[in-house]
């Protein structure tokens, strides 16, 4: 969803920077009642209670239930309500300076599983609503298709260090990192074998420094 033009005036501003807060409000609203009830039984009359604003608020600001799940997977994904897309983010400039490809490829894998971390909880609601909600199914699979996309950038931001290992293609190392740094990975090991997430990142940076590079994370 865009952002509504900023006013120019003080007053422009303030109207704005008001709007921000409503919205940003209605997420957050959004996101513990979808979590605690699901998405199908949360209805646009319970997040405007919820967020202390009435229902055509809500409308006004996004027009249906499922624009705000929309923004609320956004904000989950970069971490904040700033326009700022992912690979614009400070994780990936911090990665682009590494020189070090082992180095690179793991300051990218955190970033990138603290992305999957955070949207894990939504996309198990997502999920959910998907058998029922044909809407919430596109929203999963245009949200994979932008994962993907994202992956391959950072997989070619790895490859700008160094060459992969010998023999692998780079459409074979996109797709094991796009396998591996997902919410099936996270689901099975942290939420289904109760590993820390510290663990998994661990893991990761290690499987996929030795199937893209051939080494473990130095």
Same mark, same amino acid.
């Given at each position: 969803m865009r952002e509504p033009v900023k006013g120019v005036s003080p007053a422009g501003r303030r109207r &704005?920077?008001?709007?921000? +807060?409503?919205?940003?409000?209605?997420?957050?609203?959004?996101?513990?009642?979808?979590? &605690?009830?699901? @998405?199908?039984? /949360? /209805?646009?009359?319970?997040?405007?209670?919820?967020?202390?604003?009435?229902? +055509?608020?809500? @409308?006004?600001?996004?027009?249906?239930?499922?624009?705000?799940?929309?923004?609320?997977? #956004?904000?989950?994904?970069?971490? #904040? +309500?700033?326009?700022v897309e992912v690979l614009r983010r400070d994780w990936v400039d911090q990665a682009r300076r590494e020189p070090d490809p082992g180095r690179r490829l793991a300051r990218i894998v955190r970033g990138a599983s603290e992305v999957v971390a955070r949207t894990a909880p939504l996309k198990q609601v997502?999920?959910?609503?998907?058998?029922?909600?044909? &809407?919430?199914?596109?929203?999963?699979?245009?949200?994979?298709?932008?994962?993907?996309?994202?992956?391959?950038?950072?997989?070619?931001?790895?490859i700008e260090a160094g060459p992969l290992r010998d023999g692998l293609r780079r459409d074979d190392a996109v797709a094991t990192y796009f396998a591996l740094v997902s919410t099936d990975t996270y689901d099975a090991l942290v939420a289904g074998l109760g590993w820390t997430v510290a663990r998994w990142q661990?893991?990761?940076?290690?499987?996929?420094?030795?199937?893209?590079?051939?080494?473990?994370d130095r």
């Amino acid at each position: 969803m865009r952002e509504p033009v900023k006013g120019v005036s003080p007053a422009g501003r303030r109207r &704005e920077e008001r709007a921000k +807060a409503t919205r940003e409000r209605i997420v957050a609203a959004a996101v513990r009642l979808f979590l &605690e009830r699901g @998405y199908v039984a /949360t /209805t646009v009359t319970a997040i405007a209670a919820d967020a202390g604003v009435a229902p +055509a608020t809500v @409308y006004q600001a996004f027009g249906t239930k499922h624009a705000v799940l929309a923004r609320a997977l #956004d904000i989950a994904i970069a971490g #904040d +309500a700033e326009p700022v897309e992912v690979l614009r983010r400070d994780w990936v400039d911090q990665a682009r300076r590494e020189p070090d490809p082992g180095r690179r490829l793991a300051r990218i894998v955190r970033g990138a599983s603290e992305v999957v971390a955070r949207t894990a909880p939504l996309k198990q609601v997502m999920r959910d609503a998907a058998a029922t909600d044909p &809407e919430v199914r596109d929203l999963i699979d245009e949200d994979g298709r932008r994962r993907h996309r994202t992956h391959e950038a950072l997989v070619d931001l790895v490859i700008e260090a160094g060459p992969l290992r010998d023999g692998l293609r780079r459409d074979d190392a996109v797709a094991t990192y796009f396998a591996l740094v997902s919410t099936d990975t996270y689901d099975a090991l942290v939420a289904g074998l109760g590993w820390t997430v510290a663990r998994w990142q661990a893991w990761l940076v290690d499987v996929l420094g030795r199937t893209l590079l051939g080494e473990s994370d130095r």
